[in-house]
T-cell receptor, first 114, second 114 residues
Framework: QKEVEQDPGPLSVPEGAIVSLNCTYS??????FMWYRQYSRKGPELLMY????GNKEDGRFTAQVDKSSKYISLFIRDSQPSDSATYLC??????????????FGAGTRLAVHP | EPEVTQTPSHQVTQMGQEVILRCVPI?????FYWYRQILGQKVEFLVS????????KSEIFDDQFSVERPDGSNFTLKIRSTKLEDSAMYFC????????????FGPGTRLTVL
């Protein structure tokens, strides 16, 4: 079983739609959860991070973590064509090691069409 | 806004040749990372570097790979004898001591091994 599973898509939605992106993970040692956005041939850009179960909102973006189900989500409201990108979930195991390598999902390619 | 920079943006090399990929992390960051992304695959951790030594490395980071911080600003990844399967995007990332969850990525170097 892969440590982090993410449906690669592609996901195509009309402008204005609510987008739901998801990842599941197998290792309960993951404590920190991030969402990165990656435009074609660019480096990942951090969108949101969260440490605990529950919701975190930032503008049109909401990150949700359910540690009991080992499931995280990113919701994008009022999606725009400029949101078209690949969205990567990433996780960090607990901080005992201190150096915090990121474990990434495969990424979901999102296309928002006008 | 400060950013991680990487050079070159694209490197083409012959199999068996040595390559050096260069990164300039954000100036007050102390933790440095290399990741790679083979086309169509997930971003994978290679190595983390702190206090002038490797703190963690993945199985991918074998004896053909090395990292160095030759001066106060640059962070390099050397591949001694490139293989076809080393063809990938290589991303450098850095972070502060305080914000362990936030790694800033550079734009990447596309390495093509012929």
């Amino acid at each position: 079983q892969k440590e982090v599973e993410q449906d690669p898509g592609p996901l195509s939605v009309p402008e204005g739609a609510i987008v739901s992106l998801n990842c599941t993970y197998s290792n309960s040692a993951f404590q920190y959860f991030m969402w990165y956005r990656q435009y074609s041939r660019k480096g990942p850009e951090l969108l949101m991070y969260t440490y605990s179960s529950g919701n975190k909102e930032d503008g049109r973006f909401t990150a949700q973590v359910d540690k009991s189900s080992k499931y995280i989500s990113l919701f994008i409201r009022d999606s725009q064509p400029s949101d078209s990108a690949t969205y990567l979930c990433a996780m960090i195991p607990d901080f005992s090691g201190g150096y915090n390598k990121l474990i990434f999902g495969a990424g979901t390619r999102l296309a928002v069409h006008p | 806004e400060p950013e991680v920079t990487q050079t070159p943006s694209h490197q083409v090399t012959q199999m068996g040749q040595e390559v050096i990929l260069r990164c300039v992390p954000i100036s007050n960051h102390l933790y440095f990372y290399w990741y790679r992304q083979i086309l169509g695959q997930k971003v994978e951790f290679l190595v983390s570097f702190y206090n002038n030594e490797i703190s963690e490395k993945s199985e991918i980071f074998d004896d053909q790979f090395s990292v160095e911080r030759p001066d106060g600003s640059n962070f390099t990844l050397k591949i001694r004898s490139t293989k076809l399967e080393d063809s990938a995007m290589y991303f450098c990332a850095s972070r502060t001591t305080i914000r362990a969850d936030t790694q800033y990525f550079g734009p990447g170097t596309r390495l093509t091994v012929l």
